[in-house]
C-alpha cells in the first residue's frame, strides 16, 4: 500500500491511499480588508542596492514593540527586501527579497529573534501533476444509497458518523449557527448545498500571498485545484438539509481560509495569515489537514526552519489567546513521532529532497507537533489505526475516523467503502482518506462542545474533548495488512496511548456534560 506523503496530498481513486505531489508556487493576492494586526503591504523603504538573486520569499521574527518593528522594517528594507505582511501583534514580518545573503544579514539587527526562507525556489514556480484524486460517487451509487426517515440521503453511508456517536449527539444538538470553524486549506467551494446554507463568508479569506485577500469568491479552489478543502468543510459542516451528506456539526458554521496556492504548497506566511484572521475574525475552531512546505519537519538547530517553527508557533498561540482550538492532522506516513530518529525522504519538496535523518523531539511536522494544537490520529472502519496514520506517545492527542484501504477494515452495510464520504466542488461527493479526514471530525466535535458551552475557553473544549473520548487500548500485534509482520508498535495505557492518544472522539459523550 502507498503511504500518503502528505495530509493533504489526498485521497485515492482506488481502495490504495495515494497522495499528491505538487510543485512550488507563490499566488500574488492583493490584500484588502487586512486584520488589525497587519500593516498596510507596502515596500520597505531604503534600499540602496540593487539584488539579481532568486527572489525568494521569508519570514523574519521580532520582538512586538513598535520601535523594534519599525526598526527593523528599515533594516529590510537596506538590505533589499520588500515587506508584505507585517502581523504587529505576533512580530511576525513577510518579506520578499532577490538578496541571497538577506536573512544572514537580517538575523543580525537588533530586535530580530528568527529569520529564514520559506522556500527553496524563487516566486513564481512551476506546476507538476496531482498524483491521486478522489473517487466520486456514480450515479449508480448514488441511487443505491437508502436513507431512513431523519437521514440525508448519503448518511447511510457514512460509517464514520456512528464510530464517533454523532448520529446520536445529534439527537441532542446539531451545533450552533453562532460557532464557526475555519478550514484552513485549499479553499471552499461555498456553492456547493451541502455547504452553502452553513458558510460564513465573513469569516473567509484567501492568504496565499501571505497577506488577507476578501475579495468575493476568493477563497474558492478553481477548476484545476484541490478538492480537499471542500471535501474537509462538508465533513465538518455538511447541512442536514435533505441533501447528500450530514456533517458531524451540521448546524454550525464553516469558512474557507485559503492557504494552498495553486500548486499545492502550504507556505509558512500563508499559514500565519489564516491563523491571526482566524483570531481576529471570531472563529472558535480551526481544521488544519496540511504540514507546512517545503520541510516535513522543521529542525530547530537550522536558522531558516528555525524560523518557520517560530512563526507559526506565534500564530497558533496568538489564534488560541483569542479562544481559538487548533486541531490538527497527524500525518500519513506511519511514523512514529516518539521514536529516537526518523528517515524523512521528502524534504524539501520546492527543491531537490533527499534522505536526512531527523529527531522529532527538535525536528517539528507544523502545525501538527507545535504546543496546544490538538493532534488526530486516523481510525478506519473496525475502530482500529489506518495503514498510514502516523502515531507516537505524548503526540497524538485524540484519534477519530480517516478511513482506510477497504480491504484493510471493511465497513459494515450499507456502507460499502471504507474511505470517508464528503462533498467534492461542483455538486458532487466523493471518497477521500487520511488523517485529513480524522481531523473534521475532532474539529466537528470541538465545534458541538462550543455550542453547548458557548462560553467555554479553548482549554476547557479540548480538556472536555480528551476527558469524554473513548479509551482505546493499543492494538498489539498490529498487523494491519495480516502478513505476519508488525506493521506498528503502540506505547502507553488504555487511557493514553500512541496509536488513539486519549481514546477516539465521542460526540453524544461529549455534548451530554
Request: include cysteine; charged fraction near 20%; hydrophobic fraction near 35%.
Amino acid at each position: 500500500m502507498a503511504h500518503l506523503r502528505s495530509r493533504r496530498r489526498f485521497a485515492p481513486a482506488v481502495p490504495v491511499v495515494l497522495s499528491l505531489t505538487a510543485s512550488l508556487g507563490f499566488l500574488p493576492t492583493a490584500a484588502s480588508a487586512a486584520p488589525s494586526t497587519a500593516l498596510t503591504t507596502r515596500a520597505a523603504e531604503g534600499s540602496a542596492t540593487t539584488y539579481d538573486g532568486p527572489k525568494l520569499s521569508y519570514v523574519v521574527n521580532t520582538r512586538t514593540d513598535h520601535r523594534t518593528i519599525e526598526s527593523v522594517r528599515r533594516a529590510i528594507g537596506r538590505n533589499g527586501g520588500t515587506v508584505v505582511a507585517s502581523y504587529d501583534r505576533i512580530g511576525v514580518l513577510v518579506v520578499h527579497s532577490a538578496n541571497p545573503g538577506f536573512a544572514t544579514s537580517i538575523r543580525k539587527v537588533s530586535g530580530v529573534s528568527s529569520a529564514g526562507a520559506t522556500r527553496n525556489a524563487p516566486l513564481p514556480a512551476q506546476s507538476t501533476t496531482d498524483l491521486g484524486v478522489p473517487k466520486p460517487l456514480t450515479a449508480a451509487e448514488l441511487s443505491k444509497a437508502k436513507a431512513v426517515d431523519g437521514q440525508d440521503p448519503l448518511e447511510p453511508l457514512q460509517w464514520d458518523l456512528p464510530a464517533i456517536k454523532a448520529d446520536k449527539a445529534h439527537e441532542k444538538t446539531l451545533g450552533s449557527s453562532k460557532v464557526t470553524v475555519a478550514v484552513i486549506d485549499t479553499g471552499v467551494d461555498d456553492t456547493h448545498p451541502d455547504i452553502a446554507p452553513n458558510f460564513d463568508r465573513a469569516a473567509s479569506v484567501n492568504c496565499v500571498s501571505g497577506a488577507p485577500d476578501t475579495a468575493d469568491g476568493a477563497w474558492r479552489p478553481s477548476a484545476s485545484e484541490s478538492p480537499h478543502g471542500t471535501h474537509v468543510a462538508g465533513e465538518i459542516a455538511g447541512a442536514k438539509n435533505g441533501v447528500g451528506i450530514t456533517g458531524v456539526a451540521p448546524g454550525v458554521k464553516v469558512s474557507g481560509i485559503k492557504v494552498g496556492n495553486p500548486d499545492g504548497y502550504f507556505y509558512t506566511e500563508a499559514v500565519v495569515c489564516g491563523f491571526v484572521w482566524a483570531a481576529e475574525h471570531h472563529v472558535d475552531v480551526t481544521n488544519n489537514s496540511y504540514y507546512t512546505d517545503p520541510w516535513y519537519f522543521n529542525c530547530t538547530g537550522d536558522p531558516d526552519q528555525k524560523a518557520l517553527v517560530d512563526a507559526i508557533t506565534r500564530a497558533t498561540r496568538y489564534a488560541e489567546s483569542k479562544g481559538t482550538v487548533n486541531v490538527a492532522a497527524a500525518g500519513n506516513e506511519n511514523y512514529d513521532f516518539a521514536a529516537d530518529s526518523i528517515t524523512d525522504p521528502s524534504s524539501p519538496n520546492d527543491g531537490t529532497p533527499s534522505d536526512r535523518t531527523v529527531d522529532p523531539r527538535k525536528c517539528f511536522d507544523i502545525p501538527t507537533q507545535l504546543p496546544g494544537v490538538v493532534t488526530v490520529a486516523a481510525t478506519g472502519a473496525k475502530g482500529i489505526k489506518s495503514s498510514f496514520s502516523n502515531y507516537g506517545l505524548g503526540t497524538i492527542d485524540i484519534a477519530a475516523p480517516g478511513g482506510d484501504s477497504t480491504a484493510y477494515q471493511t465497513p459494515a452495510p450499507p456502507a460499502a467503502s471504507g474511505l470517508i464520504l464528503g462533498p467534492l466542488p461542483g455538486g458532487k461527493w466523493g471518497y477521500m482518506a487520511g488523517t485529513s479526514m480524522a481531523s473534521p471530525h475532532v474539529a466537528g466535535v470541538a465545534a458541538l462542545i462550543k455550542s453547548v458551552h458557548p462560553h467555554a475557553p479553548a482549554a476547557a473544549v479540548k480538556a472536555l474533548l480528551y476527558a469524554e473520548a473513548t479509551a482505546t487500548p493499543c492494538t498489539d500485534p498490529y498487523d494491519i495488512n495480516s502478513d505476519g509482520k508488525v506493521d506498528a508498535v503502540c506505547e502507553g495505557t488504555k487511557n493514553r496511548n500512541g496509536f488513539y492518544g486519549w481514546g477516539i472522539a465521542d460526540a453524544l459523550a461529549a455534548v451530554s456534560h
